[in-house]
């Protein structure tokens, strides 16, 4: 079985102040097919600066509802150590969601590339900050007078 690429984003939340509200939205993509959850894990740190790992199928708290049916197969393989220093980047009083995923839409590309021979030379993620600097720079969403 061809894998596509895994990438992990961690989405925070300031405040500890998360809802789950943006589980509709990935459900969307995911049922797409674009990608897969491969790990999903909830992670937040006190005004204290203690860790504490939330299991999202936590059934009594509303929050993690939407996310029950993406955690059917997941493979887990974000490990205690990946969690401790994601956690460890946050700021205190902040929480973040950690969603590793495999890129679906890219797995006959990755054939294709291998039957013809081909290899893949680099690959890199454009941070959202700098995709806002380029917008601005091109005027991209803006309104011309």
Known sequence: MTLGPLEYTVIGFEGNNFDGSIADELSRVIDSGVISV???????????????????????????????PMLQGLTGLLTEEDIQEIGGQLEPNTSALVIMFEHRWAVRLKEAIGNAGGFLVARETIRPESLELLNEELGVGQLSA
């Open 38 to 68: 491969v790990d999903l894990v909830f992670v937040g740190k006190g005004e204290d600066g203690n860790l504490r790992i939330v299991e999202l199928d936590n059934k009594e708290d509303p929050r993690f509802a939407g996310f029950a």
